[in-house]
C-alpha cells in the first residue's frame, strides 16, 4: 500500500460514520484521502457534509438506471476513474452484486450495527430487542456477495439495557462505531489483514 491511499466512500445516509473517518484522516489515524463519496440517494446528508470540505460528491442516483447492473457499472467506473484502493461502505443501503463485489474483490468494507453473524440485515436494532439480546455491538467486515456475511475484521460489544429503544441502543453502538471503523482501515493500509477462508487474521 502506498505511504497516501485512496478511498472512495459509498453513503446513503447522514454521513456520520463517514465523519469519523474524516477526522481520523485528519489526525493521522488513518493515512489516506478520500477522492471522492458516492451516494445513491441525491438527498443524503453525507454528500452536503463532503462537499462542504472540498472531498469530491457524486449521486450516482439509482432511479437513473433501468437495471442493477446499468447503476453498479456507473459506480464502479466512478470508483475507478478516481483510482481507489479500498472501497468502504458507509451506511450505503444495497446489496451489491457478484459483479460489483469482484470489480474490487477483498478491497470492500462494510459496517453492521450487530454482533454478525446475529440480526443481519435492515432494523439490526429491533431485531436484538425484539429477540430480546443482552449483549449487541458493531461488526466491521469484508463485503462478498451476501447479505452481511463477509470475512469480520473486527467487532465490539455494547450492553443491552432493559429499558432500551431502538433510539438509545444505536446511539449507544454509534459511539463504537465511529471508534472501530476507522481503526479497522487503518489496519487494512498498514497491510495488517490477512483474509484465511471466513476468518481474517490481525498481523503483528
Keep these: 500500500m502506498t505511504n497516501t491511499a485512496v478511498l472512495g466512500v459509498l453513503a446513503s445516509g447522514r454521513g456520520s460514520n463517514l465523519q469519523s473517518i474524516i477526522d481520523a484522516i485528519d489526525i493521522g489515524r488513518i493515512k489516506a484521502e478520500i477522492a471522492v463519496v458516492i451516494s445513491d440517494k441525491p438527498e443524503a446528508n453525507a454528500l452536503k457534509r463532503v462537499a462542504e470540505l472540498g ?8 432511479k437513473l ?9 456507473a459506480l464502479v467506473e466512478e470508483l475507478e476513474k478516481h483510482r481507489v484502493d479500498l472501497v468502504i461502505l458507509a451506511g450505503f443501503m444495497r446489496i451489491l452484486s457478484p459483479y460489483f463485489v469482484n470489480a474490487f474483490k477483498n478491497k470492500i468494507m462494510n459496517i453492521h450495527p450487530s454482533l454478525l453473524p446475529a440480526f443481519p440485515g435492515a432494523h439490526a436494532h429491533r431485531s436484538v430487542l425484539e429477540y430480546g439480546a ?16 463477509g470475512p469480520i475484521i ?8 432493559d ?12 459511539k463504537v462505531e465511529h471508534v472501530l471503523y476507522p481503526k479497522a482501515i487503518a489496519l487494512y493500509l498498514e497491510d495488517k489483514l490477512e483474509i484465511n477462508g471466513r476468518r481474517v487474521m490481525i498481523k503483528e
Design 65 to 73: 438506471y433501468d437495471t442493477k447492473e446499468e447503476f453498479e457499472k
Design 163 to 174: 429499558d432500551d429503544t431502538e433510539e438509545t441502543l444505536a446511539a449507544r453502538v454509534l
Design 134 to 149: 443482552k449483549v449487541s455491538g458493531c461488526t466491521i467486515h469484508f463485503v462478498d456477495e451476501g447479505m452481511d456475511s
Design 154 to 161: 473486527l467487532q465490539e460489544s455494547v450492553p443491552v439495557l
Design 55 to 62: 472531498i469530491p460528491a457524486v449521486c450516482v442516483d439509482r
